[in-house]
């Protein structure tokens, strides 16, 4: 899949800010309904958490395509009145479960960077703590870049301003490594080409853990080799 730029006004945004922007969207989000009651805010934030868990497990299981509405709300159990109530359609469900994985992914990505004071080592660690995401949780690299996506439309990103934080977190760190002097581009070479490099190999790297086995060797070790010869390759390093 491309790397995509949303046309909204987020685009001006930094990662940090979209993120911040997102949660608070996600908070002043009403609920949906249809005449019906409305329900207290425990109650919305339980039901509509129970349906994202089970559908996710179906989706992994049965594909997205073999899950329809009323199987997840068996599965719940709720009416199929009230999983209305909550998403709009299948679409609904899946992308609520994509934004809770990459935000919780981002997170955990920007927590492993900020251990780390220069550019050039939070650009490293950002992009090893991406890779050991996936490997530690392989149901949710499942659940985005495996589905039965190719034949429906439904499965394509549906926000991109959020699932490319990653991306643009990365073009950052770049970028202030640039202009600390910590890293001195070779001719020709952008901080979005560098960061387009780093996505790929890193996303590659996550996919050969999740999806194959027998690799014994430490995954930190490995991810390590292979984004510090990229840097190497691509930018000189200023003394």
């Given at each position: 899949m491309?790397?995509?730029?949303?046309?909204?006004?987020?685009?001006?945004?930094?990662?940090?800010e979209?993120?911040?922007?997102?949660?608070?969207?996600?908070?002043a989000?009403?609920?949906?309904g249809?005449?019906?009651?409305?329900?207290?805010?425990?109650?919305?934030?339980?039901?509509?958490?129970k349906?994202?868990?089970v559908?996710?497990?179906?989706?992994i299981?049965?594909?997205?395509?073999g899950?329809?509405?009323?199987?997840?709300?068996?599965?719940?159990?709720?009416?199929v009145?009230?999983?209305?109530?909550?998403?709009?359609?299948?679409?609904?469900?899946?992308?609520?479960?994509?934004?809770?994985?990459?935000?919780?992914?981002?997170?955990?990505?920007?927590?492993?960077?900020?251990k780390?004071?220069?550019?050039?080592?939070?650009?490293?660690?950002?992009?090893?703590?991406?890779?050991r995401?996936?490997?530690?949780?392989p149901?949710?690299?499942?659940m985005?870049?495996?589905?039965?996506?190719?034949?429906?439309?439904?499965?394509?990103?549906t926000?991109?301003?959020?699932?490319?934080?990653?991306?643009?977190?990365?073009?950052?760190?770049?970028?202030?490594?640039?202009?600390s002097?910590?890293?001195?581009?070779?001719?020709?070479?952008?901080?979005?080409?560098i960061?387009?490099?780093?996505?790929?190999?890193?996303q590659g790297?996550?996919y050969?853990?999740?999806?194959?086995?027998?690799?014994?060797?430490?995954?930190d070790?490995?991810?390590?080799?292979?984004?510090?010869?990229?840097?190497?390759?691509?930018?000189?390093?200023?003394?």
């Amino acid at each position: 899949m491309g790397l995509c730029w949303s046309s909204s006004r987020t685009t001006h945004l930094s990662a940090s800010e979209r993120m911040k922007e997102h949660k608070v969207i996600e908070q002043a989000k009403p609920t949906r309904g249809r005449g019906r009651p409305k329900l207290s805010d425990p109650d919305t934030g339980d039901t509509r958490a129970k349906i994202a868990s089970v559908a996710r497990v179906l989706f992994i299981e049965e594909g997205y395509q073999g899950v329809s509405m009323r199987k997840i709300a068996s599965k719940v159990p709720c009416s199929v009145g009230v999983l209305y109530h909550h998403y709009k359609n299948k679409r609904d469900i899946l992308q609520d479960i994509w934004d809770d994985i990459f935000l919780t992914s981002f997170t955990y990505c920007h927590k492993a960077a900020g251990k780390h004071k220069n550019a050039i080592d939070k650009l490293q660690h950002f992009c090893m703590a991406y890779v050991r995401y996936w490997d530690n949780h392989p149901d949710h690299f499942k659940m985005i870049y495996l589905l039965d996506r190719q034949e429906n439309e439904d499965l394509a990103y549906t926000n991109q301003s959020f699932s490319y934080l990653k991306y643009e977190w990365i073009t950052e760190f770049i970028a202030s490594a640039i202009q600390s002097g910590e890293l001195i581009p070779e001719e020709g070479i952008s901080a979005h080409q560098i960061a387009e490099s780093l996505y790929s190999i890193s996303q590659g790297l996550a996919y050969r853990r999740v999806c194959y086995e027998g690799h014994p060797e430490k995954q930190d070790t490995v991810s390590g080799v292979a984004i510090r010869g990229l840097l190497k390759g691509l930018v000189t390093q200023s003394t």
